[in-house]
Antibody
Framework: EVHLVESGGGLVKPGGSLRLSCAAS????????MNWVRQAPGKGLEWVSS????????YYSDSVKGRFTISRDNAKNSLYLRMNSLRVEDTAIYYC????????????????WGQGTLVTVSS | QSALTQPPSASGSPGQSVTISCSGT?????????VSWYQQNPGKAPKVLIY???QRPSGVPDRFSGSKSGNTASLTVSGLQAEDEADYYC??????????FGGGTKLTVL
């Protein structure tokens, strides 16, 4: 079964930076679009960013555009999220999620999720 | 883009059917057949129940079904079971490579 494991979360001050990682296994990582989805404590889900299998196509939500950078290393089966200029409102559990689309296309739903990593932005 | 609108709560007795609505606009739900539904239990990651409005991934019981009419999508849970008590979220493609979620509905099995 597909396995996704996030890491890198923690406590950071406003304005600070953090890099999240997601280790993927048990599927052909390079064949799938990957995403980051976050959930603030006690709140709903919010899509953050998406990257194509090759890494050529990258998309961000307006709330993180210009501050966050998504990337992937297909040789290492890993997905990353570099977060700069962090704000208190970025506090959330960050999930790595696989897009369910096959043949490399996006199908705009998430068929596998990691367990999440908590990012807390506070002074 | 604004979030999709879901009722904060829903409830039903075991064996009954419950329908959760997800209201969007002609720019998202009404314009694309990329509506999906997720179930989330406390402290756990979400799990997909429905994708492309009405498709069920393998392993999801057929008690869960999805539909769409105009700008509103719906998730119906038939034959309610105690284990169905959870939070449910809808999502939709909103164009320009954006995806939006609903605010979530807490389903209580009475």
């Amino acid at each position: 079964e597909v396995h996704l494991v996030e890491s890198g979360g923690g406590l950071v001050k406003p304005g600070g930076s953090l890099r999240l990682s997601c280790a993927a296994s048990r599927f052909t990582f390079s064949s799938y679009n990957m995403n980051w989805v976050r959930q603030a404590p006690g709140k709903g889900l919010e899509w953050v960013s998406s990257i194509s299998g090759s890494g050529s196509y990258i998309y961000y939500s307006d709330s993180v555009k210009g501050r966050f950078t998504i990337s992937r290393d297909n040789a290492k089966n890993s997905l990353y999220l570099r977060m700069n200029s962090l704000r208190v409102e970025d506090t959330a559990i960050y999930y790595c999620a696989r897009d369910g689309g096959t043949s490399g296309g996006r199908d705009f739903y998430f068929d596998y999720w990691g367990q999440g990593t908590l990012v807390t932005v506070s002074s | 883009q604004s979030a999709l609108t879901q009722p904060p709560s829903a409830s039903g007795s075991p064996g009954q059917s419950v329908t959760i609505s997800c209201s969007g606009t002609s720019s998202d739900v009404g314009n694309y057949n990329y509506v999906s539904w997720y179930q989330q239990n406390p402290g756990k990651a979400p799990k997909v129940l429905i994708y492309e409005v009405s498709q069920r991934p393998s392993g999801v019981p057929d008690r869960f079904s999805g539909s769409k009419s105009g700008n509103t999508a719906s998730l119906t849970v038939s034959g309610l079971q105690a284990e169905d008590e959870a939070d449910y979220y809808c999502s939709s493609y909103a164009g320009s490579n954006n995806l939006i979620f609903g605010g979530g509905t807490k389903l209580t099995v009475l």
